[in-house]
């Protein structure tokens, strides 16, 4: 009885130390969301690229996921890389952005006003390949019902986002 209590307490302590090791190991995806364009005429406010893109940068965070990068810093960048006015962050730019932040996938879009209906597109591209590794858009026909549709197009992005880490233990309950 005491050898199997002594075996037991040996592999506890393993596992402990095999899932606190990866635990310490693991590092939050590194992102960055650029300011969103606008595209076409008569919308509320002229910052409405910079409030969907911090709209869906509050999702990113709250998911617990993602490491985002300080608008703030970015802005700063960009800057540096005189990339700020509209059109100037393309997909090959994106690359030398991405290096120059430490992040993995670069997150950008559009937003689009045409007659009664504003449509967000967003974009997640890999700063490696500077490829675009998925894209998601929303429509509505109201500002008002925008917010929710961006925090929905986040969650999609977070599905659709590889999860990356080391298997510690499994069971045919868990993953850990």
């Known amino acids: ?11 506890s302590l393993f596992l402990s130390l095999v899932a606190g ?16 364009n606008l595209q076409g005429e008569n919308f509320e406010t ?5 409030i969907v893109s911090e709209w869906l940068i509050t999702a990113f965070v709250k998911d617990g996921r993602f490491e985002v990068i300080e608008r703030k810093l970015l802005g700063q960048i960009l800057e540096e890389q005189q990339m700020v006015e509209a059109g100037l962050v ?3 730019t994106v690359s030398e952005i991405g290096r120059l ?5 670069i997150i950008s879009g559009s937003v689009m006003k045409l007659r009664d209906i504003i449509e967000v597109n ?5 700063v ?3 490829s675009i590794i998925t894209a998601e858009n929303v429509r509505s026909g109201n500002v008002n019902n925008l ?15 590889p999860l990356e880490g080391y298997i510690a233990n499994r069971d045919q309950m868990s993953v850990v």
């Open 147 to 161: 917010q929710p549709l961006v925090i929905e197009m986040a969650d999609k992005i977070i599905k659709n986002f």
């Open 128 to 130: 490696a390949s500077a």
């Open 101 to 105: 932040l430490g992040v993995k996938v």
């Open 46 to 50: 002229e910052d409405m690229g910079k």
């Open 90 to 92: 393309t997909q090959e």
């Open 21 to 36: 090791s990866a635990l310490a190991d693991f590092q939050k995806n590194k992102i960055a969301v650029l300011p969103f």
């Open 122 to 126: 967003a974009r997640i591209i890999d």
């Open 1 to 11: 009885m005491m050898r199997y209590f002594f075996r037991l307490l040996v592999f």
